[in-house]
């Protein structure tokens, strides 16, 4: 398995600080974050200089009811090719339901979600996984998440559902020891079995990150220093087996170049010291090793034949405008086509066994959704404060997005932006990424004739109109618009 080393997450407002950190390996990049022929220029220098760069994919919603999206899948190839990566990430997760397959409200999370470790999901997560590793010139690895709540009726501990994803598609594993940790708190799973459970010599690297506990629930921020507690984990893993990557995650404060220096170390020396010797790692890898179909190869490096039984499909719908470049450039040996695999009997090639899992998955993850995003009520079985929780934290994190790309927003409202979003977003989903949500939000408020101040209503209308293009409504059309969103919102109460 191809060495990648200690790593850390390229952001743009880290740029300049991980271009001077000593010691590092490689970086990971948010895939919808970047544009296959725009690359920043930070990023093209760390190329130059022999850094590997892995993109890392948020939106494909690999966990959900419905098929890859086939443009999605493209731009991630694209970036897979342009940056010269030597695999592509995402995670097992749901950030979208409804639409067709419901006849439902299609819904868009704007977040990770759990999927429910039940045999329909993994049947469905597998035939998404074969799709997204047909349409990708590299290996796919799929990242474990962390959840505030739990599915009721789960079948599969998360080492088993991991273990047998691995057994039937051949995808690596990106294991997130803060997840674990996260899991561990608000779920009370033990990483220690779910680290025993899965095929460590799947892993193709590891996150790790910090987090902050309020109330009894830990919450995944990556914007606070990595605790004791998941370095613990990560000593746990690898115990187990030496990792071939670790990296370091921070998506917000971030702190001055020394801390995430210290960081780093704190990571080196805790794989370090936890390092196995070889005799004791034999047995366990033999062990492990023999869970995992004979065809699943060690990780090479792009553009060389990897077979593609390996490949794959802050924050949420992409940000980019650019066009992706032609995921499959002329003379690569991806351009073979696919090899043929295996079919496990629960989930035929043409999906039938496929197509009622799917259904029944779309169904319990449109009500879920509808419930975090639109207002409705929760699903029966479901914990409701924790509902609630993640609830407030989807309208927090929209809020925090919104304001990055639309900054005017919270220049023009002031100290009420926060309030005035979380109260729209409270039973009002997004409908089409974060740019949509801003002016979705401004028309929203313009309707309702705000804001009060006239100049800031004036600047919001001159906003609002310069984007979306259209006048923006009169008194006649607020009344209206009115009216149907408290029509709406009775039909939904």
Request: glycine share 10%; charged share 25%.
């Amino acid at each position: 398995m191809r060495e990648l080393g200690t790593g850390i997450g390229w952001r743009p407002e880290i740029a300049d600080a991980v271009e001077g950190l000593a010691g590092v390996d490689w970086v990971e990049v948010v895939a919808e974050n970047i544009c296959a022929g725009h690359l920043p220029d930070p990023l093209l220098r760390l190329r130059e200089r022999g850094v590997t760069v892995v993109p890392h994919g948020v939106s494909l919603g690999l966990g959900g009811a419905d098929r890859p999206d086939e443009g999605r899948l493209a731009e991630l190839a694209a970036k897979a090719t342009a940056l010269g990566a030597p695999l592509v990430t995402e995670h097992i997760a749901f950030v979208r339901a409804g639409g067709p397959l419901t006849a439902s409200p299609a819904l868009e999370a704007g977040h990770l979600l759990p999927v429910p470790r039940t045999r329909d999901a993994l049947d469905v997560l597998c035939e998404n996984v074969r799709i997204a590793q047909d349409a990708l010139p590299v290996p796919l690895a799929l990242e474990n998440i962390a959840a505030l709540f739990s599915w009721p009726g789960e079948e599969l501990s998360e080492g088993r559902f991991l273990a047998e994803l691995v057994e039937r598609t051949g995808v690596r594993l990106l294991i997130d020891v803060a997840n674990l940790h996260t899991n561990h708190v608000n779920r009370g799973e033990d990483p220690a079995k779910a680290l025993a459970e899965l095929p460590v010599e799947a892993i193709a690297y590891v996150h790790v990150a910090g987090g902050i506990e309020r109330d009894g629930v830990w919450h995944d921020t990556h914007a606070h220093p990595v605790p004791r507690a998941v370095l613990d984990v990560l000593a746990d893993l690898s115990s187990r087996a030496a990792p071939p990557g670790v990296l370091l995650e921070r998506d917000d404060d971030f702190p001055p170049a020394e801390e995430l220096a210290a960081e780093l170390t704190a990571i080196r020396e805790t794989v370090r010291a936890a390092a196995p010797a070889k005799a004791a790692v034999t047995p366990a890898a033999g062990r492990a090793r023999e869970t995992l179909p004979a065809k699943v190869p060690a990780l090479v490096g792009a553009g060389e034949d990897t077979g593609r039984d390996l490949h794959r499909d802050p924050a949420g719908p992409a940000l980019t405008t650019h066009p992706p470049q032609s995921p499959h450039p002329a003379g690569t040996a991806h351009g073979a086509g696919p090899r043929p695999r295996p079919v496990p009997p629960r989930l035929t090639a043409t999906g039938s066994g496929g197509t009622g899992a799917r259904e029944r998955l779309g169904i319990a993850q449109a009500a879920l959704l509808s419930a975090l995003v639109a207002g409705t009520p929760a699903p029966e079985g479901f914990d409701h404060a924790r509902l609630r929780v993640q609830n407030r934290a989807l309208a927090a994190k929209r809020a925090g997005v919104v304001a990055k790309v639309a900054p005017e927003l919270p220049e023009i409202l002031g100290g009420g932006y926060r309030a005035a979003f979380l109260a729209y977003a409270g039973s009002r989903p997004m409908r089409g990424g974060y740019r949509r949500d801003a002016l979705d939000f401004a028309e929203h408020l313009l309707v309702a004739g705000r804001p009060e101040d006239p100049v800031a209503r004036r600047r919001l209308t001159a906003w609002w109109q310069d984007r979306a293009g259209a006048r923006p409504p009169g008194r006649a059309g607020r009344l209206v618009r009115a009216a149907r969103a408290a029509f709406v919102g009775r039909r939904a109460a």
